[in-house]
C-alpha cells in the first residue's frame, strides 16, 4: 500500500534521511524505532507531504505522492496524528474532531464518526465544548488520535505516540493503537519507546541517524543482542 | 571597500566638488543639492536600520529639525544655528524618550517599526494641531532675515550645495567610524541574537540607544539643512508618514547594508521623481507617488537587497565562480 | 455639555459598530495570513470612492452601487493575495511591512489621481431619531445595526461552517491544517476575498454619514491598528471589545476638544499598549 524508496530528506544541507525504504501493507502495522533525533518524524513529514524528498520517491497504493502537497495527500486517505498531542489549542474538541472530518470522503460521514468516536472515546464526548489546549497531555493524544480517525483514512502515520505521558496513560494509548489495528486500519508507527511499540507490530524497522540499520518482524528484532541490550532494556 | 569602490567613489567625490565650477546652471546646483540633502537622510536612517532598528517613522526627527529652528527664528529671531543645536538636541531626547521603553521591554522588530510609525503621524498631527504657531498644513514659510550669513540664509545657493556635500560626507564618516569600532561588532551580535548578546555582557539597550540617537540627530541635522534651503516647510513635506517611508525606500532602493547604498538610492529617486513631475507635470497629480511606490513594491518583492546590495552580490558571485573554474 | 458628552458616548458606541466590522476584517487577515495590512483603512476609502463612482457618475441606483462596490473589494482583496501577499509570505516581516505600507501611497494617489482632492460624496437626506434630550442620526444607527448583523453572520461563519472552520485552523496551525486536507491557498484566498468585502461593506455604511477625500483612509487605518492592538493581534473578541472603547473614546475626545486631538490620543494609546502590554489588553484568544 505505501512504497518509500531509497528516500533522502535534507535540512537545507544536513541529511536527515538516507535511502530510506519502507513498506506497509495493507491492514498492517508496521513500527519505524530508533533514538531521539534518528529521523523517524522526518519520514512521517517526508511521507505526508510536509517535507520534501530530494531524492527516492514514495507511492500510494502505486500512485507517486511525493510531488504533492500535504492537503492532497490527506485527501488520499492518508492521515498523520502528529506529535505531542498537537491539537488545534483554541478550537474545541467537537470543533477538532470536525475539522478532522474536512475532507470530502469523511464529511458526508461526520455524524457518524462523531457518534463512534464518542462511543470509543468517552472522555472526549464529556469534553466536547471544552478548548483543546485546556486538556491534559493524555486527552490531546486521545484527540490528536480520534481526529485522524474522523477522516476515514486508510493508512494512519503516528509520531511518537508514547511522547511525555505518564506509562499508565501510555498503556492506554497502545490499548488503543491495538483496537485500530484490530479494526483493519494500516499504520505507520514510529516510537522511541521500543519495548511497547513491538507489542503491536507486524514488522519494525530501525531507524538511527537517517539510516535504516535493521528491519524485521518481532522475533527478528526480539532476539538481536544488539537491538535487545540498546533499545529493549534487556 | 574594494579598490575599484574606491577608485569610483573618489571620482563621484571629485565631480561633485567641481561640479558648481563648470555648471553654471542653478537648476543642475538644485538637483544636485537635493540628492546629498536627501542622501544624508537616508544614510542617517540606513545607520540603525542595517542592524535590524528599523523605524518608519524618521518623519518625525525630520520635522523637528525643520520646524525647531524655523519657528524659533520666526518668532524668536534665534539664529538658526542654535535652533539647529537645539533642534538636534530635542531629536536626541526624543530618541531617548522612544528608545529606552521600546529597547527596555523587548518590542523590536515590527513592533518597533509600527511604534515609530503611529510617533511619525503623531508628529504630523501635532503640527498641524499647533496651526496658530505652525501654520498648519498651510505650512510655515522662514522670514527673510536681515544678517544673512548669521542666520543660516545664503544669497548664493552654492553654498547650500557645499554644505550638504559636507553633511553627507560627516553621515559617511560617522558609518566608517561605527564599522571601525566595537559599536559595530556589539550591534551585529544584537542583531544576530540579543539574548546571547547580552549574556555575553554586551548593554544591549545602550548600544541600540547610541545608534538611534545618532540617527535622529543626523536627520534632524538633514531637516534644518531642507528648511533653510527650500525656506518653506509643511508637514506633508517633512514629517509624517509619507516623508518617513519615502526615506526608507531610498536607502533601501540603493541598499541599506552599503555605505554608499543610501546614496546611490536617493540619487536614483530624485532623478525619476524630477524627471515625472517634469514629463507628466501637474497634469496627473500623485502619478509620480504611485509610479514610485508600484516601484517600490516590486523591488521588495524582487530585488529585497536593493540595488547595490543585488550588484555587490551578483559581483561576489563572479569572483567565486572564477576561482572555481581556475 | 453633558447632552454633548452623552450623544458622543452614543455615537461612538454606534460608531464603535462599524469599526469592530474593521478591525475584525484586519484582524482575521492578519491571523490567517499573519501579514498586517497596512493600508486597510485606504481600502475602506476606495471602497466609498467606487461606490460614488457607480451611483453618481454612472448612474447605478445606490444599493445596487453598494452591492457592487462590495463585489469589487472583494475581487481586490483577491488581486490582493495574489500579487502581494503570495509572494511576501516568505519574506522577512520588515519587507511585509513597507511593501504593505508603499500600498498606501498608491491607493491614495491613485484616488487623488482618478477622483482628485476635492472631498466627494453622496447627498442623503436621512431623518433623525429624538430620544429625550438626544439625537440620534439614523444613518448611525442603521451602521451600527448593519454591523452587528453581519459580524453575526461572520460568527456563524466561522463557527459552524467548514470553511469557516478551516480559516480558523489555518490561523491556528499552518502545518496540522494542512494535514487535515485543507488547502492554504483556498483559505489565503477566501480570507483576503472577506476582507476585502468587509471594506467595502464598512464603505457602504460610511456613504451616508461622510464624505471622502484621498487622506480619508489615513484615520481608519490608524483607527483600525489602534483597535487591533489594544484587543490583541488577531484576537477577533478582542477587536471586537475594543472597537467600542476606542469609539467611545475617541468620539468623545473630539468633541470636548478637537478630531486632531482625537487621533493623537488614540495613537498616544497605540503607542503605550505597544510599550506596555503587546499582546492587547485583553490578552485573551476567541
Known amino acids: 500500500m505505501l512504497a518509500v524508496d531509497s528516500v533522502d530528506v535534507f535540512y537545507g544541507e544536513f ?220 | 571597500m574594494t579598490a575599484t569602490k574606491l577608485t569610483l567613489s573618489g571620482l563621484v567625490l571629485a565631480g561633485i566638488l567641481l561640479l558648481p565650477l563648470f555648471f553654471s546652471s542653478q537648476y543642475v546646483i538644485h538637483m544636485v543639492t537635493l540628492m546629498l540633502l536627501w542622501s544624508f537622510v537616508a544614510t542617517a536612517w540606513a545607520l540603525m536600520a542595517r542592524f535590524g532598528i528599523v523605524s518608519l517613522g524618521h518623519g518625525v526627527f525630520l520635522g523637528m529639525g525643520a520646524y525647531i529652528p524655523a519657528l524659533l527664528f520666526n518668532f524668536y529671531g534665534l539664529s538658526p544655528w542654535i535652533g539647529m543645536l537645539i533642534g538636534i538636541v530635542a531629536a536626541a531626547v526624543l530618541a531617548v524618550i522612544l528608545g529606552y521603553p521600546c529597547f527596555r521591554f523587548k518590542v523590536i522588530g515590527d513592533y518597533f517599526a509600527l511604534v515609530t510609525l503611529a510617533v511619525a503621524e503623531v508628529g504630523s498631527l501635532v503640527i498641524v494641531a499647533l496651526r496658530d504657531q505652525t501654520g498648519g498644513s498651510l505650512g510655515l514659510t522662514i522670514n527673510n532675515s536681515t544678517r544673512p550669513f548669521l542666520d543660516f540664509q545664503f544669497s548664493d545657493k552654492r553654498v547650500y550645495y557645499y554644505l550638504a556635500t559636507a553633511f553627507l560626507l560627516l553621515g559617511l564618516y560617522i558609518w566608517r567610524r561605527i564599522d571601525k569600532s566595537k559599536v559595530r561588532l556589539a550591534l551585529t551580535a544584537i542583531g544576530e541574537s540579543e539574548l546571547a548578546a547580552s549574556s555575553l ?73 524630477e524627471y515625472i513631475r517634469i514629463s507628466l507635470g501637474s497634469k496627473y497629480v500623485g502619478l509620480s507617488e504611485v509610479i514610485f511606490g508600484l516601484a517600490l513594491l516590486l523591488l521588495i518583492i524582487f530585488l529585497p537587497k536593493g540595488i547595490v546590495g543585488s550588484i555587490t552580490a551578483l559581483i561576489q558571485k563572479g569572483y567565486q565562480v572564477e576561482r572555481g573554474s581556475k | 455639555m453633558v447632552e454633548q458628552i452623552t450623544m458622543a458616548f452614543i455615537n461612538g ?131 451600527f445595526v448593519g454591523a452587528i448583523v453581519v459580524l453575526g453572520l461572520l460568527y456563524v461563519f466561522l463557527n459552524r461552517t467548514y470553511l469557516g472552520l478551516a480559516i480558523r485552523a489555518v490561523a491556528q496551525d499552518l502545518e496540522m491544517a494542512q494535514g487535515m486536507g485543507i488547502n492554504p491557498a483556498t483559505v489565503y484566498y477566501v480570507t483576503l476575498a472577506a476582507g476585502g468585502a468587509l471594506t467595502g461593506i464598512v464603505a457602504a455604511f460610511f456613504v451616508p454619514i461622510y464624505t471622502v477625500h484621498p487622506h480619508f483612509g489615513s484615520s481608519f487605518t490608524i483607527m483600525a491598528f489602534v483597535i487591533v492592538v489594544l484587543g490583541g493581534m488577531g484576537n477577533l473578541l478582542g477587536g471586537f471589545i475594543s472597537a467600542f472603547i476606542i469609539g467611545v473614546a475617541t468620539s468623545i475626545t473630539a468633541v470636548v476638544y478637537s478630531t486632531e486631538v482625537a487621533d493623537i490620543l488614540a495613537l498616544v494609546v497605540f503607542v503605550l499598549v505597544m510599550l506596555i502590554r503587546p499582546q492587547g489588553l485583553l490578552g485573551v484568544r476567541a
Open chain 1, 15 to 234: 541529511r536527515a534521511l538516507e535511502q530510506v525504504t519502507i513498506r506497509v501493507e495493507r491492514q498492517q502495522t508496521v513500527i519505524v524505532v530508533g533514538p531521539n533525533g534518528a529521523g523517524k518524524s522526518t519520514l512521517l513529514r517526508g511521507i505526508c507531504g510536509l517535507l520534501k524528498a530530494r531524492e527516492g520517491t514514495v507511492h500510494f497504493r502505486d500512485q507517486r505522492i511525493d510531488t504533492l502537497p500535504a492537503h492532497t495527500v490527506a485527501e488520499l486517505g492518508i492521515a498523520l496524528v502528529p506529535e505531542g498531542g498537537r491539537v488545534f489549542p483554541y478550537l474545541s474538541v467537537e470543533d477538532n474532531l470536525k475539522i478532522g472530518s474536512y475532507i470530502k470522503r469523511a464529511r458526508k460521514h461526520a455524524q457518524e464518526s462523531f457518534n463512534t468516536i464518542y462511543e470509543l472515546f468517552p472522555i472526549l464526548a464529556q469534553r466536547r465544548r471544552q478548548m483543546a489546549g485546556s486538556l491534559s497531555g493524555g486527552e490531546r493524544q486521545m484527540l490528536a488520535i480520534a481526529r485522524s480517525l474522523m477522516s476515514k483514512p486508510d493508512l494512519i502515520l503516528l509520531d511518537e505516540p508514547s511522547l511525555g505521558l505518564a506509562p499508565l496513560v501510555v498503556d492506554l494509548v497502545f490499548e488503543f493503537i491495538k483496537k485500530m489495528k484490530e479494526e483493519g486500519y494500516a499504520i505507520l508507527l514510529v516510537e522511541q519507546n521500543a519495548n511497547k511499540a513491538l507489542q503491536v507490530a507486524d514488522y519494525a524497522y530501525l531507524l538511527e541517524s537517517g539510516k535504516l540499520v535493521f528491519e524485521g518482524n518481532r522475533e527478528q528484532f526480539d532476539r538481536n543482542p544488539y537491538i535487545k541490550t540498546a533499545y529493549l532494556g534487556l
Open chain 2, 201 to 273: 555582557g554586551v548593554n544591549v539597550i545602550n548600544y541600540k540607544l547610541l545608534v538611534t540617537v545618532i540617527s535622529a540627530m543626523l536627520t534632524s541635522m538633514g531637516g534644518v539643512l531642507y528648511a533653510q534651503y527650500v525656506t518653506y516647510i509643511n508637514p506633508e513635506t517633512v514629517s509624517g508618514v509619507g516623508v518617513s517611508l519615502s526615506v526608507c525606500f531610498k536607502a533601501i532602493l540603493g541598499g541599506m547594508f552599503d555605505i554608499l547604498g543610501p546614496f546611490v538610492g536617493t540619487s536614483i529617486m530624485v532623478l525619476l521623481e
Open chain 3, 13 to 143: 458606541i454606534l460608531l464603535g459598530g462599524v469599526l469592530a466590522l474593521l478591525a475584525f476584517g484586519l484582524n482575521l487577515i492578519f491571523g490567517v495570513v499573519k501579514i498586517i495590512h497596512m493600508a486597510y483603512g485606504q481600502f475602506v476609502m476606495l471602497g466609498f470612492y467606487l461606490i460614488y463612482s457607480f451611483h453618481a457618475t454612472m448612474g447605478v441606483p445606490l444599493p445596487a452601487a453598494m452591492a457592487l462596490g462590495v463585489l469589487s473589494m472583494a475581487i481586490l482583496g483577491i488581486f490582493t493575495q495574489l500579487l502581494l501577499i503570495r509572494p511576501l509570505l516568505k519574506a522577512p516581516r520588515l519587507n511585509q511591512l513597507l511593501a504593505l505600507a508603499s500600498l498606501i501611497i498608491v491607493v491614495e494617489n491613485v484616488a487623488m489621481m482618478i477622483w482628485g482632492a476635492d472631498y466627494r460624496g453622496i447627498p442623503l437626506a436621512l431623518p433623525i431619531i429624538q430620544v429625550g434630550e438626544v439625537f440620534i442620526r439614523s444613518s448611525y444607527l442603521m451602521a
